[in-house]
């Protein structure tokens, strides 16, 4: 367990950007992977973006270049910076911690370690 904690969910109109945090209060292995997914009601959890500790990055073929993920150091790790935003995007948004792959899955059965989310609005 890693008490992985996001933040800088919010309510945005279209177009608006928003930057999502993740936090945790330890030090994670040297070697690992980490994940923004994402789950509107009444539909699966969709990953977006990954990043492993050698800074690889991965993202789904679906944001179009609109979403960033990028971190810090091994303490706190994670951000998604996400742009010209869209009513489609409303979802609850989770962080999530796995092994280390050389090229991270976007998917959620690769992770073990899970945020609570928080919550993106985009609305007029």
């Known amino acids: 367990e890693y008490g992985l904690v996001e933040s800088g969910g919010g309510s945005v109109q279209p177009g608006g950007s928003l930057r999502l945090s993740c936090i945790t209060s330890v030090y994670f292995p040297r070697n690992y992977c980490m994940a923004w997914f994402r789950q509107a009601p009444g539909k699966e959890r969709e990953g977006l973006a990954a990043i492993n500790s050698k800074y690889d990055r991965r993202y789904a073929g679906s944001l179009k270049g609109r979403f960033t993920i990028s971190k810090d150091n091994n303490r706190n790790p994670l951000y998604l910076q996400m742009v010209d935003l869209q009513p489609d995007d409303s979802a609850t948004y989770y962080c999530?911690?796995?092994?280390?792959?050389?090229?991270?899955?976007?998917?959620?059965?690769?992770?073990?370690?899970w945020g609570q989310g928080t919550e993106v609005t985009v609305s007029s």
């Open positions: 999530a911690h796995g092994p280390y792959e050389r090229t991270c899955g976007l998917t959620p059965a690769e992770y073990n370690n």
